[in-house]
Structure formats: structure tokens, C-alpha cells
């Protein structure tokens, strides 16, 4: 288990920032005292963010628009950040989309979409940052956002699946790679998260404009946790140096579930297929 870490005065870059569990695990962080160096695609909501969390006292540092799947621009920004300081202390990969589809239905551009920006943008980040962490050698934290979709085989989720279970991999290797350099690794695998995520979905095949989809994305929300409930679940996490952090208990319970019980695991799970492709037949198109 790793020491516990005070974020208060650290260093800590957020992607993802402009909204979500990105703009609510800023705020979280700069209410604790970390110097925020932030980035999202978004231009005009990033900076609107980076100003509410500054008239709000909170300390921002470097703010830069720009595509994580770039890493040209990635390794811009880190030199940006670098030029004020020699390493950050934390580093928080948030960013990300969604895409689902039964195999039949997906694009090619999905699958790439969704490799390209939920795995590859993570590791972009990384590179950019971790090996000055490293040399630095004063320990801090790497947080990567997966999903409870990179722990499980959920309904058309396996565009997104392939991103987030690869994103998986890579905290798995890196919690033992960085430890001995004191850098904890967080894997974060939320569940429901009522973010501007929901909105933007693409489900390959479906009306996603629809009263059916609608109803879905209705009952989804019901269930789902706030941003702001998840962002203090990650901080929490990082901050105690949790390995794998939940932001809702039932993700928690399948997981265990998963391990212990992998028949009935693998029978819920059928069940489960059966009656996610039920509830998005009328939404078809």
C-alpha cells in the first residue's frame, strides 16, 4: 500500500477538464490545494472552467486545448508545464468517448475512435509526463479513468471494451513498474456517471434522437451516480493510494462477483445481453 499523499500544493494535471468527472475531480482537487494544470479538446468550456476554479481561489497553472490523440501536442504541453516546473506530481487521465454497437453494426471508425482516444490519449499523457516524474524522483500519482466496461463483458460494449481493457493493462503494469519510484497507480472503473457523456454516446445502428433511446438514457441516469460523487470517490482513492477504485458499490459487488462466483458471473451475464438487446430493439434504426 502506498503512503498516503496530500494533494495540497502538488502539482497535478487533469484531462478531461472542461467537464464531467473531469471538471468535478478539478474543482475536488482544488479545493484540497493542488496547482491544476489542465487540458481538454473543448476550448471555450476549458476555459471557462480554469476561470470559475480560479475566482474560486484555486491555484491554475497551465491550460492548453488540444486532441490527447495528438502527441505531438501532448508532448507540447508538458514541455509548457515543464517550463514552470521541472515535474508535476500527479498525473489524472480522465478524457474520454463512448461508442457501442453489436459487431454487426460497429465502423471501423468506431473501433478507432475508441482505441485512439481512451487508450492511446492516456498514453500519450504518460509519456509525456511520467518520465520526468521518474527522474524527479519525489514519488506521486498516476490515476487512469477506465470503466466498469474494461472489467466486464457488457452488451455492445466491445469497441469500448477493447479501449478500456487495454487501458487496464497498462495500469496493471505500471502499478508495479512505478512503485518502486513511489508513484502509485489508480485505476478507476466508475459505473453509471450522469456526465454530458450520456448525451453524446454513439450506438452504432440506433436512433439515438428517439423517445426509445430517450427512455434508456432516463432509466440509465436514475441509477447513476453525480460527477461530483465520482470525482471524490478518485481523489479519495489517489489519495490513499488505492489500486482499483469503484465510484459506486454495485460495479464494486460484480466485480467481486466476477472473481469468486465466475458461473453465476457468466450467467448474469447472458441474462443481462439478453435484455439490454430488448430494450434497444425499438430504438433500432
Aim: with cysteine; proline share 4%.
Amino acid at each position: 500500500m502506498a503512503r498516503p499523499f496530500d494533494f495540497s500544493g502538488k502539482h497535478v494535471v487533469v484531462t478531461g477538464a472542461a467537464s464531467g468527472i473531469g471538471r468535478a475531480t478539478a474543482e475536488a482537487l482544488a479545493s484540497r490545494g493542488a496547482r491544476l494544470h489542465l487540458t481538454d479538446r473543448d476550448r471555450p468550456k476549458l476555459l471557462e472552467v480554469a476561470a470559475a476554479i480560479g475566482d474560486a481561489g484555486g491555484a491554475v497553472g497551465c491550460v492548453a486545448a488540444f486532441d490527447i490523440r495528438d502527441l505531438d501536442q501532448a508532448k507540447a504541453f508538458a514541455a509548457k508545464v515543464h517550463a514552470t516546473v521541472p515535474q508535476v506530481d500527479a498525473v489524472m487521465n480522465i478524457a474520454g468517448v463512448s461508442a457501442w454497437g453489436s459487431v454487426e453494426r460497429l465502423e471501423h471508425h468506431h473501433w478507432r475512435d475508441m482505441v485512439d482516444i481512451n487508450l492511446m490519449g492516456p498514453i500519450h499523457m504518460i509519456e509525456a509526463f511520467v518520465p520526468a516524474m521518474v527522474a524527479g524522483g519525489r514519488g506521486g500519482r498516476l490515476v487512469n479513468v477506465s470503466s466498469a466496461a474494461g472489467l466486464f463483458g457488457l452488451p455492445w460494449h466491445a469497441a469500448y471494451s477493447a479501449s478500456k481493457f487495454g487501458l487496464r493493462g497498462v495500469s496493471e503494469v505500471l502499478r508495479f513498474d512505478l512503485a518502486r519510484h513511489d508513484i502509485a497507480v489508480s485505476l478507476v472503473c466508475p459505473g453509471g456517471v450522469d456526465t454530458p457523456l450520456t448525451a453524446t454516446v454513439q450506438v452504432a445502428g440506433v436512433d439515438t434522437s428517439g423517445a426509445a433511446f430517450a427512455k434508456l438514457q432516463g432509466r440509465f441516469r436514475r441509477h447513476a451516480v453525480t460527477p461530483e460523487q465520482a470525482a471524490a470517490a478518485i481523489v479519495r482513492g489517489a489519495e490513499r493510494g488505492r489500486y482499483l477504485v469503484f465510484t459506486s458499490p454495485d460495479i464494486r459487488a460484480l466485480y467481486h462477483l466476477q472473481r469468486l462466483a465466475p458461473h453465476t458471473y457468466a450467467v448474469g451475464m447472458r441474462m443481462a445481453n439478453r435484455a439490454f438487446v430488448r430494450a434497444m430493439k425499438p430504438a433500432l434504426s
